[in-house]
Structures are given as structure tokens and as C-alpha cells.
């Protein structure tokens, strides 16, 4: 299994303690088989896509969100002031 490393700062820097606290507590790892392998099927080139970005993103940089717009399935794109999840 894997875990983010220093979730606190990674996935909740915009909160305040008591929320990341809360979020914190649903937080689950991810199962570690998969990870790295080549992926066959790109389920978004069959419907039509909306990219959201995340501008105080510690996880992904928004450099390379804005990087990945370049494929043609991405029909919109938003960009918020949050950080990595979107909530």
C-alpha cells in the first residue's frame, strides 16, 4: 500500500487544524500494484472532459496541470485558488 508523504502539508495546507483534523481521519492509503504500470485505456478521450486545476496545488505542481491540457480530449478547464483536492 502507499501513503502521501506529509499529508497535512500536501493535501490540506489551505485548512485550518480542526478541519484538516477531520479530513485527516478519512484519509485511506492506496493500493501499491498498479502504480507505474502502462495504462491501456484513456477513458476521457471517449467523453468529453472537464481539467481542473488547482493554482496552491503542494501535490501536483500547476505546472504540469497546466501541461496536460495540451490533449485534445479536454474540452474546458478551470483553474481554482485551492490546493489539491478540490472540496
Request: hydrophobic share 40%; proline share 5%.
Amino acid at each position: 500500500e502507499m501513503h502521501c508523504i506529509d499529508p497535512e502539508s500536501t493535501l490540506f495546507n489551505d485548512m485550518n487544524e480542526e478541519c484538516t483534523a477531520r479530513w485527516m481521519q478519512e484519509l485511506r492509503c492506496q493500493p501499491a500494484n498498479g502504480w507505474g504500470m502502462t495504462t491501456e485505456h484513456a477513458g476521457f478521450r471517449d467523453a468529453p472532459s472537464v481539467y481542473l486545476m488547482c493554482e496552491k496545488d503542494q501535490a501536483i505542481p500547476l505546472a504540469w496541470q497546466v501541461s496536460a491540457l495540451k490533449s485534445e480530449a479536454v474540452r474546458e478547464s478551470w483553474i481554482l485558488m485551492g490546493e489539491h483536492r478540490a472540496f
